[in-house]
């Protein structure tokens, strides 16, 4: 989401003027605050127990003080509009406040706060608060923006649980002081002549207006912690001040009746932005911690008081809104960063007078292959980049500058693509592995179970990365083949790295391993099934010492005699013979050779 700040108020130690600091320990007396009201931020003791002796409410549990609260300010506002709205509660990254923010019209029925944060600060973080930490930071201490309607009221604690009070700041924040800047919050609950304190910035003018029906006099008076001194000279209903302190209009009406009214006004200091250096990178170097150009934009400024924040428009710059992640990664090309330098205490005091440019060159690309096979029998190969870019400059570690060059041998050779823009110079190194690569070779065709669902697997001896085919179906990964009709059958070893293939022409067919020629009738002859599925099929069955003892050819079976007489019983062989799809006489391979006759 992103973050909307805006000014609505702000609480900072005022210097002389802290002995009339508006702090509250109780929520009774709590102070009423509304847009652009400057109290004292700091806290000592927690006066009544506001929760009764209660152990816990919502995420706040008992201090060490034997209570809730340990060093509490209570502060209390009522919303004018509708909308989203947040605070960032500013502190020393040494201490460790918590708080709570309640729904409720008075202190007797606070109920069950609506946003708690109670997490210690041992990231030593400087925010606490609803929304988001507006240095861009991930903080457990931040809990989810809070939706508003118009008329609601609420109390703020904030407790110093580490007991270490350097003091605090609060500025208020989301989209609804965007919307509304002067109305989000009423000041109708803050009842003075003079109105609610104000804060402004150091060379701000600001008046102070006493008008008043009916009057005879007016005089004005200043507070800067010595006690209230008459401004001689200034008699009018209106007053202009620069400087910092407390503000008195005695007002005399025409029956002599006097009016006595107060006001606090504080000053901030109003910061300068340094100049900042453009920025120019290389792709790969993203992203960038735009952090570290903090120090450039603050100059001799402390970090502690002010907050520098990065945005892609001046608009966004002026109304403090879509910051940049400090974690900065765009697109290649030049882009303008604007930069603004905001009070820690006062948003309202900002500077967005600086700007820088963002330059990221892009890392070269390529479409270079790293890793290349010199195929078995191949002198050479072609390695490097195919398309190459003319904004680019190519250098090889063996000293060649063009894209793409021959080589002879494996090896690892390695290529730097260069681009130059803006002075820098990016690189991408690109290693390319050359490896010698065997043609694929067939060393067995497993062929099993003759049946209607017969099952063929093609073996090799060699280590590669192949694909398999079976006559002109797809290819696949897998070496077996499965429902392989009978009959004669091509298959195919294809290596995917381009070097080469090997193909094998296979039947398909079956026969006993052994067969009974003693006239029970039963398995009385031997013969090959699935015959009819080939042109031209020849057995011819030999002795062992490779004599040709029957030549079978169709449907033919042998009953185990030659000239008429019973041969023993031995194993026999044979030969399958046929006519492959180009004409050739071929014999089958890869099929047993030889049976048994038994007697």
Sequence with gaps: MKRFYAIA????????????????????????????TPTNGGTDGYGVDDFGGADETGCLEKTLSGAIESNSAWYRFKTGEAGQLGFNISFDVNEDWDFALYRATDCSSLGDPVRCNFFDNGDSNSFTGIGEDPTGATNVQYEDWLDVEAGEEYYLLINNFSNLNSGFSIQFSGQIFIDYPNTALDCSIISNLLGPPIAACDGDIVRLDATTPNTASYTWYRDIGLGYTEILGETNATIDVTTGAMYRAEVISITADVLISDVQVAFSAAPTTSVVTDVALCEETLPFNLESKNSEALGAQSPDDFIISYHATPIDAVNNTASLPMQYSPPSGVHTVYVRTTSAKNPKCFDVSEEFEFTVIETPTTTAETEVFLCEGTTSETIGETSPNVNYSYSWSSGETTPAIEVFSAGTYVLDIMFTN???????????????????????????????????????????????????????????????????????????????????????????????????????????????SLQEPVVHIFDRYGKLLKQLSGNQGWNGAYGGKLLPESDYWFKLSYINTTGDKVYAKHIRSHFTLKR
Excluded at 423 to 438: A, R
Excluded at 489 to 517: A, L, R
Aim: glycine share 8%.
């Design 9 to 36: 108020f702000f609480l900072y130690t005022l210097g002389l003027l802290s002995a009339s600091a508006q702090v509250s320990a109780d929520c009774s007396t709590a102070i009423p605050i509304c847009n652009n």
């Design 422 to 532: 803006a002075g820098l110079t990016c690189v991408n190194t690109v290693e390319i592995s050359v490896v010698v690569w065997q043609t694929p070779t067939i060393s067995n065709v497993v062929i099993e179970d003759f049946n209607a669902n017969n099952k063929v697997t093609v073996e090799t001896d060699i280590i590669g990365n192949f694909e398999y085919q079976i006559d002109g179906m797809p290819v696949q990964d897998s070496n077996v083949f499965a429902d392989v009709s009978a009959g004669a059958h091509t298959v195919s070893i294809i290596d995917k790295n381009g070097c080469g293939f090997v193909t094998e022409d296979i039947v398909v067919v079956g026969f006993d391993n052994y067969f009974t020629p003693n006239g029970d009738g039963i398995n009385d002859t031997w013969q090959i099934k699935g015959m009819s």
